[in-house]
């Protein structure tokens, strides 16, 4: 099974800055990764698959980078309602894990 | 646009079995995708528990293979999960999604919580 580490835990910033997430995959995925946001009893909302490409809707200042292992979701100037956890995922071999959440909250 | 919506008992008896539902509307089953089952438990992260393609062709969370059962009845456009000998640790928020390619979930449920307790 492929475990997805992602860093860091927490991630404490003001609006305006930027943020960037880290998602680390135990072998290699391709560009089988996507990321999630989630607020508070909501279910979560697709930001980015196949590493790199924006869902529909989903606003130009988040953006995806990366494959095989190392994996980057960069905020580039953070909303108020950017304040949620972010989740990565990953599929190999007709399987899906998640990844433990990054916290991004206000500073 | 797409819509799904999980329905089932949100409380059920340890060593029973969790039933649950998931309708979709804006999209016919029938006409392709993955679909899946992710489930949250409080305050944790997500745990994908199995998926299944519309010609019913599935795959499951070797974790939690042996307790899992997924299918599709695409005359209702709904598929269904079924999980075996729950235990308190089964108890979370369940959600129903869509899986484009099996690569991603791009449409959600709202989500159920289900609680196992006696």
């Known amino acids: 099974e492929i475990v997805l580490t992602q860093s860091p835990a927490t991630l404490s910033l003001s609006p305006g800055e930027r943020a960037t997430l880290s998602c680390r995959a135990s072998?290699?995925?391709?560009?089988?990764l996507a990321w999630y946001q989630q607020k508070p009893g909501q279910a979560p909302r697709l930001l980015i698959y196949d590493a790199s490409n924006r869902a529909t809707g989903i606003p130009a200042r988040f953006s995806g980078s990366g494959s095989g292992t190392d994996f980057t979701l960069t905020i580039s100037s953070l909303e108020p309602e950017d304040f949620a956890v972010y989740y990565c995922q990953q599929r190999s071999n007709w399987l899906f894990t998640f990844g433990p959440g990054t916290k991004v909250d206000i500073k | 646009q797409v819509q799904l919506q999980e329905s089932g008992p949100g409380l059920v008896k340890p060593s029973e079995t969790l039933s649950l539902t998931c309708a979709v509307s804006g999209y016919s089953i029938s006409s392709g995708y993955y679909w899946g089952w992710i489930r949250q438990p409080p305050g944790k992260g997500l745990e994908w528990i199995g998926s299944?393609?519309?010609?019913?062709?599935?795959y499951y969370n070797p974790s939690l293979k042996s307790r899992v059962t997924i299918s599709v009845d695409t005359s209702k456009n709904q598929f269904s999960l079924k999980l075996s000998s729950v235990t308190a640790a089964d108890t979370a928020v369940y959600y129903c999604a869509r899986a484009p390619g099996m690569t991603h979930f791009d449409y959600w449920g709202q989500g159920t919580l289900v609680t196992v307790s006696s």
């Open positions: 299944i393609y519309h010609s019913g062709s599935t």
């Open positions: 072998q290699s995925v391709s560009s089988y």
